[in-house]
């Protein structure tokens, strides 16, 4: 089964810092879904890479490399990454420093 194909059977959405996915019947099995689904939380390292993480719409295809990390503060607390890909639910987001991101596609 295509990617598109397996996209067309579920329903995806996000909200704040959350996202979530529905199907009436996994396209494929459940395991691979959490594998391959995450909610990727992008910190800049650079304000060019910043306005990059601006400029990204809904479908782009990217690459990105950087660090999972932490992050701490009054008004957030301790935000920690997931160091898992087998992990689902509330916490299983990552956290990542961007060092360098490349588009793999026209936007």
Known sequence: MSDQAVLDKMDISQSARFFWYEYRQPPIPKDQIVTHATNLH???????????????????????????????????????????????????????????????SAQ
């Open 42 to 104: 992008l910190v800049p390292a650079t304000p060019r890479i910043a306005s990059e993480c601006r400029s990204l719409r809904t479908g782009a295809l990217i690459h990105l490399s950087g660090r999972l990390v932490e992050a701490s503060g009054p008004e957030i607390g301790t935000w920690r990454s997931s160091l898992s890909r087998t992990d689902d639910g509330n916490g299983a987001c990552e956290l990542v420093w961007v060092e360098e991101l490349h588009s793999l």
